[in-house]
């Protein structure tokens, strides 16, 4: 009599920072090579309308978290995802094995956030975001400190070693 072997499980990986920290990046190139499925939130929300309405003083829309956490709980459920999104403090801890948070200094935010083109009241917010930390200490208040991972994301050198980390991590947690 043969036996079917036990399905493999796979974490769900939470990458988390202020806008153009470098999460998009690591997301693809972690889907690619971990074969994770890549659910970036800002992106979900306009494909399926998860929006509240949309802030003209900050030109963006208003993500409606409730409808967010009712279409990803069955992908969750699944396991293998890598989800992005640039606050962190609503997605249920009980869903991450391990929450990275992109964060890079002002200087080079400052630049790519101007390439983005944000209105100066956005602009101002993304920036004052990354002074205080905001990311950071709302992902150390959310989820056990053992999950949480800051990453400094800088230069294209960084970007690799913080893909090699998050592999690395990955590569551990399958051992276990």
């Not at 208003?62 to 459920?77: A, N, Q, R, T």
């Not at 905001?134 to 230069?155: F, P």
Request: hydrophobic share 30%.
């Amino acid at each position: 009599m043969s036996t079917k072997p036990e399905e493999e499980t796979v974490p769900n990986i939470l990458i988390t920072g202020t806008p153009a920290t470098g999460k998009s990046y690591l997301c693809q190139r972690l889907a690619e090579q971990l074969k994770l499925r890549w659910l970036n939130c800002s992106e979900l929300a306009k494909e399926h309308n998860l929006i509240e309405e949309y802030d003209e003083e900050y030109d963006c829309p208003i993500l409606d978290d409730d409808k967010l956490m009712d279409y990803l709980e069955p992908l969750m459920l699944q396991g293998g995802n890598i989800v992005e999104y640039h606050g962190c403090d609503f997605f249920p801890e009980r869903w991450f094995e391990a929450v990275f948070v992109t964060t890079c200094s002002n200087t080079v935010l400052y630049d790519r956030l101007k390439e983005r083109n944000y209105n100066d009241k956005k602009f101002k917010s993304n920036i004052e975001c990354e002074i205080f930390g905001i990311v950071l200490e709302e992902a150390k208040n959310s989820y056990k400190s053992d999950i949480v991972y800051q990453l400094t994301n800088e230069t294209k050198q960084e970007a690799e070693e913080n893909l090699k980390t998050i592999k690395n991590w990955y590569k551990a947690w399958k051992r276990k």
